[in-house]
C-alpha cells in the first residue's frame, strides 16, 4: 500500500486526506496548529457556496463539487452544508453574464428587478439587477474541516495536530522525506504540500514552478440579525451604485451575517501578523451595511481576520512535480470547491493529468505542456476567475 504524507490540515489538505484514504493509499495527515485552531484560511462559521462564476470554468467545478459535499456528509455524519440560495446583483452586463452561464450549464436560474427581490429578501437592499439561484448557500468552515479529517481517519488515515514541518526532501521520484521541527522524519511515496498561507514558503521550496503568491490580512465582520440563518449568500458587483473597484459578498451564519470587501487587506506575514482589527476598514463595511443591508444591527458589528492567498489570476494550483502535490493560491474564493479539490489531488497522485488552469509554471512558456488535461465547459475539473468569496 503506498504511503502519502499530507502537510496541511486546513480544509484543503484535510480534503485530500479524505479522497487519498478512500481510494485505499496510508495517509497521514500533519497539521501545524491545534485543531480547531484559528490560525489560517478554514477556520470559522460560514464560507459561500455557489455555482454563479462569469465562465463555465468555475461552474462545473462547483456543480461537480456539490455531491461531494453531500458524500461527505453522509459519510461523517457532520451537517456542512445548508442550501438557501444564492443573490447577485449589481450592473446589469455582470448579471447576464452569471446568468448565461448558470443556463448553458443547465442551472436552474432568474433575473429579477431590485424592488422584485427586496420584496422577497427585506434584509437586503439591491442594485439596478438581480440575479437568484437556488443551487447555493453556505458552508460550515470548522465542520468542514472536522467532517473530512473525520471520514479520512475512518478510512484508516493517520490525523497528528501539532506538528510543524521545517522541509521536505525529495528523494528521486517516488520518494519524500518530512522533516518536522522536533526532528522528526516521515517518509513516504508521495507527498501533498497543502499549506495556505505558509504556500509561499515551504510550497515553494518542494516544488519548482509555483506562481508569485500574495498573502493578505483581510477583515469580515458579522452583523447581528433575527433571521440570519434564513438569508441567502450574496454578492454585490461593482460597477453600477457601488463604485467599480468594490465588490462585497456577504451570507448568513450562525455568527450572525458575515459581510466583507474581497482581497482588500494588507500583505503579511503567517507567523508575524498581530491580528488586530483595522478600525477603519471596519468602519467602511460598517457603512456598507447601513445602506444595503436594512435587516442587520449595523451599530454592533463584530469583526474577525483570515488569511488569503492570492495568485496573480486568481487561479488555483493543484498540479503535481516528482512525488510532491501542491495546492495552494485559493484566492479567496476556494472553500467552496474543496470537496473536489481533494478529488484532483488524489488524481494527481495516482499519476491522472492535471488541468492546465491550475498548473504550475502556467505563466512560462518554456513550461507549457500540450498533453495536460484542460478540462471544458462538459468537463467540471476546470474553473475560472470569480474573484469573490
Not at 484543503?12 to 491545534?34: N, P
Not at 447601513?290 to 463584530?302: I, N, Q
Not at 513550461?367 to 470569480?386: Q, S, V
Request: charge should be negative; aromatic fraction near 6%; hydrophobic fraction near 45%.
Amino acid at each position: 500500500m503506498a504511503h502519502v504524507v499530507v502537510v496541511g490540515g486546513g480544509v484543503m489538505g484535510s480534503a485530500a486526506a479524505w479522497q487519498l484514504a478512500s481510494r485505499g493509499f496510508a495517509v497521514t495527515l500533519l497539521e501545524r496548529g491545534a485543531a480547531g485552531h484559528t490560525e489560517g484560511s478554514s477556520h470559522g462559521s460560514s464560507r459561500i457556496f455557489r455555482l454563479a462564476y462569469p465562465d463555465a470554468f468555475y461552474v462545473s467545478l462547483a456543480a461537480r463539487a456539490l455531491p461531494l459535499w453531500r458524500r461527505l456528509e453522509a459519510e461523517s455524519g457532520i451537517e456542512v452544508l445548508s442550501l438557501t440560495g444564492a443573490v447577485d446583483h449589481g450592473p446589469p452586463a455582470a448579471i447576464e453574464a452569471l446568468h448565461g452561464e448558470l443556463r448553458a450549464g443547465g442551472h436552474a436560474a432568474r433575473v429579477l428587478g431590485p424592488e422584485q427581490a427586496a420584496e422577497r429578501w427585506p434584509g437586503l437592499r439591491f442594485d439596478t439587477s438581480v440575479l437568484f439561484h437556488a443551487a447555493a448557500g453556505r458552508l460550515h468552515a470548522d465542520r468542514a474541516v472536522l467532517a473530512f479529517q473525520q471520514a479520512a481517519a475512518a478510512k484508516g488515515a493517520v490525523v497528528r495536530h501539532g506538528v510543524r514541518v521545517a522541509k521536505l526532501l525529495r528523494h528521486g521520484a517516488d520518494k519524500v522525506e518530512v522533516i518536522t521541527t522536533g526532528g522528526e522524519a516521515v517518509t513516504a511515496d508521495a507527498a501533498v504540500v497543502a499549506v495556505g498561507g505558509w504556500a509561499p514558503g515551504l510550497a515553494a521550496r518542494s516544488v519548482s514552478g509555483l506562481p508569485p503568491l500574495r498573502v493578505t490580512q483581510e477583515q469580515p465582520v458579522h452583523f447581528p440579525a433575527p433571521d440570519a440563518l434564513d438569508w441567502p449568500s450574496f454578492i454585490h458587483h461593482g460597477g453600477a451604485a457601488l463604485a467599480e473597484d468594490s465588490g462585497v459578498y456577504g451570507l448568513g451564519s450562525e455568527d450572525g451575517v458575515k459581510a466583507g470587501f474581497h482581497a482588500v487587506g494588507p500583505v503579511v506575514d503567517p507567523d508575524q501578523r498581530d491580528r488586530s482589527i483595522d478600525p477603519l476598514a471596519l468602519r467602511q463595511v460598517q457603512e456598507y451595511a447601513e445602506r444595503w443591508l436594512p435587516g442587520v444591527d449595523a451599530s454592533a458589528p463584530t469583526a474577525t481576520t483570515c488569511l488569503y492567498t492570492l495568485t496573480p489570476d486568481h487561479d488555483f494550483v493543484v498540479d503535481r512535480d516528482g512525488p510532491v502535490t501542491v495546492l495552494a493560491g485559493f484566492s479567496g474564493h476556494g472553500f467552496k470547491f474543496a470537496s473536489v479539490i481533494g478529488e484532483l489531488a488524489a488524481d494527481l497522485v495516482t499519476g491522472r493529468p492535471g488541468a492546465r488552469r491550475f498548473s504550475l509554471g502556467r505563466t512560462d512558456p518554456a513550461r507549457a505542456d500540450p498533453e495536460r488535461a484542460d478540462l471544458g465547459r462538459t468537463d467540471p475539473a476546470r474553473t475560472d476567475g470569480g474573484k469573490t468569496a
